[in-house]
């Protein structure tokens, strides 16, 4: 990460219950530096979450939010953390986010609270940036900064997130022969409105989820990506061609007694596997997502051996849970080959850019990700970018939350210009 040359100090943390676009509390946090300057972050919180992710502070007070209340965490940001970073220099982030961490002691931020510290960490970033007069995705990356992340756009929702029949928790599509971001966005949404004329001809519903996604009452996993293959094609696009296909399973959700249990099918980790491969052969499928569960390290292997050299990605969240530690078992297994990144499963931007740069080095693709309680917070959109990530997941073409993150990535795309790059299919296959 690039530092800047303007020496300022941290004079004061505050932080704020806030609600999130599904109407639950978070943490917002504003750090102000001696000269003036200030920076505020909101954190998200997500509701599929993995078992080895960092944990969230909620004050478990039934008579107020349902116990989903945050002021403890804004307590532990004022007694705690506010006293021990004044004064320090805000362009010290490893500084900063090590004693961060050191506060908390614990492995999964149990202690003050990952949603505690994530807010002053991410807060403390946007101050640095604004400080160096610097965007911040330009403060993160440097020269290196102009690569546009492919989009992996939520259309049908299932699973937790959704009251349907259908067990995979997001069917998305992939714009990877767009020409830039901007056409990637148009594309994405011309697609989204067809998709929702399809169902409404279907007779089903069209309301959207907390991603933004549809979540109609369609039968199974090939019910939905023949609807969204027509759709496609109504739209006027290839299919796979120009717009592909990318799934989250989030196995860890249908994963029961020994059987993973997938459109009303048990299936053991070699039929599972053997699903898999069909469906890529059927359809354009370029992605897919936590397609075993966190623990089941033997399928995670099979899978990936049996999908090497056939250009599939497949992407480990709760696997990984964007810590480098877990990450490394999984390169060290041969387990996948890209890496979801979320900052609020980790707890700071440092260690976020730790795993980022041990995926690089390993030739891991690394997806930027939002979570399901979001904000109009747009750090993420600057993230991918700075991170140069080559994808990012930031919900459908519907709910404001969502696309702020993508609006951002089109501003970004107009400050960069004729340097602007968009990955395109090499996001997936270089």
Same mark, same amino acid.
């Given at each position: 990460?690039?530092?800047?040359?303007?020496?300022?100090?941290?004079?004061?943390?505050?932080?704020?219950?806030?609600?999130?676009?599904?109407?639950?509390?978070?943490?917002?946090?504003?750090?102000?530096?001696?000269?003036?300057?200030?920076?505020?972050?909101?954190?998200?919180?997500?509701?599929?979450?993995?078992?080895?992710?960092?944990?969230?502070?909620?004050?478990?007070?039934?008579?107020?939010?349902?116990?989903?209340?945050?002021?403890?965490?804004?307590?532990?940001?004022?007694?705690?953390?506010?006293?021990?970073?004044?004064?320090?220099?805000?362009?010290?982030?490893?500084?900063?986010?090590?004693?961060?961490?050191?506060?908390?002691? *614990?492995?999964?931020? !149990?202690?003050? #609270?990952?949603?505690?510290?994530?807010?002053?960490?991410? %807060?403390?970033?946007? =101050? @640095?940036?604004?400080?160096?007069?610097?965007?911040?995705?330009?403060?993160?990356?440097?020269?290196?900064?102009?690569?546009?992340?492919?989009?992996?756009?939520?259309?049908?929702?299932?699973?937790?997130?959704?009251?349907?029949?259908?067990?995979?928790?997001?069917?998305?599509?992939?714009?990877?022969?767009?020409?830039?971001?901007?056409?990637?966005?148009?594309?994405?949404?011309?697609?989204?409105?067809?998709?929702?004329?399809?169902?409404?001809?279907?007779?089903?519903?069209?309301?959207?989820?907390?991603?933004?996604?549809?979540?109609?009452?369609?039968?199974?996993?090939?019910?939905?990506?023949?609807?969204? *293959?027509?759709?496609? !094609?109504?739209? #006027?696009?290839?299919?796979?061609?120009?717009?592909?296909? %990318?799934?989250?399973? =989030? @196995?860890?959700?249908?994963?029961?007694?020994?059987?993973?249990?997938?459109?009303?099918?048990?299936?053991?980790?070699?039929?599972?596997?053997?699903?898999?491969?069909?469906?890529?052969?059927?359809?354009?499928?370029?992605?897919?997502?936590?397609?075993?569960?966190?623990?089941?390290?033997?399928?995670?292997?099979?899978?990936?051996?049996?999908?090497?050299?056939?250009?599939?990605?497949?992407?480990?969240?709760?696997?990984?849970?964007?810590?480098?530690?877990?990450?490394?078992?999984?390169?060290?297994?041969?387990?996948?080959?890209?890496?979801?990144?979320?900052?609020?499963?980790?707890?700071?931007?440092?260690?976020?850019?730790?795993?980022?740069?041990?995926?690089?080095?390993?030739?891991?693709?690394?997806?930027?990700?939002?979570?399901?309680?979001?904000?109009?917070?747009?750090?993420?959109?600057?993230?991918?970018?700075?991170?140069?990530?080559?994808?990012?997941?930031?919900?459908?073409?519907?709910?404001?939350?969502?696309?702020?993150?993508?609006?951002?990535?089109?501003?970004?795309?107009?400050?960069?210009?004729?340097?602007?790059?968009?990955?395109?299919?090499?996001?997936?296959?270089?």
């Amino acid at each position: 990460m690039k530092h800047t040359p303007h020496h300022a100090s941290i004079v004061q943390v505050r932080a704020r219950e806030i609600l999130d676009s599904r109407g639950w509390p978070t943490v917002e946090v504003d750090v102000r530096l001696d000269n003036g300057v200030m920076g505020c972050a909101c954190v998200p919180s997500g509701a599929s979450t993995g078992q080895y992710e960092a944990c969230e502070k909620r004050d478990g007070d039934k008579a107020r939010y349902l116990g989903k209340g945050v002021l403890t965490a804004v307590r532990h940001v004022h007694e705690m953390i506010a006293p021990a970073l004044e004064g320090m220099a805000i362009d010290e982030q490893a500084s900063i986010d090590g004693l961060l961490c050191a506060l908390d002691g *614990s492995a999964q931020k !149990e202690q003050l #609270g990952a949603n505690a510290l994530l807010g002053v960490s991410l %807060a403390c970033l946007r =101050a @640095a940036s604004q400080n160096a007069h610097m965007s911040l995705y330009r403060y993160i990356g440097g020269v290196c900064a102009y690569h546009l992340p492919v989009p992996l756009v939520n259309v049908v929702n299932g699973g937790c997130h959704a009251d349907n029949p259908l067990d995979v928790q997001e069917f998305m599509l992939v714009p990877w022969n767009a020409p830039s971001l901007t056409e990637a966005v148009r594309w994405s949404a011309e697609c989204f409105h067809h998709i929702r004329m399809l169902l409404q001809e279907k007779g089903l519903a069209t309301s959207v989820g907390d991603e933004g996604g549809f979540a109609p009452a369609l039968e199974n996993t090939r019910d939905v990506l023949d609807t969204l *293959s027509h759709a496609i !094609e109504k739209a #006027g696009y290839r299919l796979g061609d120009d717009i592909a296909f %990318a799934l989250d399973v =989030a @196995a860890n959700e249908c994963y029961k007694d020994g059987l993973y249990h997938i459109d009303g099918t048990p299936y053991d980790k070699a039929q599972l596997v053997q699903w898999y491969q069909t469906l890529c052969k059927d359809y354009p499928l370029v992605s897919i997502e936590d397609p075993f569960s966190d623990d089941d390290v033997e399928g995670w292997v099979a899978l990936t051996s049996a999908m090497q050299g056939q250009n599939i990605q497949l992407v480990g969240d709760d696997l990984f849970v964007t810590n480098s530690q877990r990450l490394q078992q999984g390169i060290d297994k041969q387990c996948a080959n890209a890496i979801l990144i979320k900052v609020n499963q980790i707890g700071t931007i440092s260690e976020t850019e730790q795993t980022l740069h041990l995926a690089q080095q390993h030739h891991y693709r690394r997806v930027m990700s939002h979570r399901s309680g979001e904000t109009t917070d747009t750090t993420i959109a600057d993230l991918a970018v700075g991170f140069q990530c080559q994808q990012i997941k930031t919900g459908s073409m519907a709910r404001g939350e969502r696309l702020a993150k993508y609006n951002r990535l089109l501003r970004i795309e107009e400050e960069l210009g004729d340097h602007a790059i968009y990955q395109g299919k090499k996001a997936f296959f270089p």
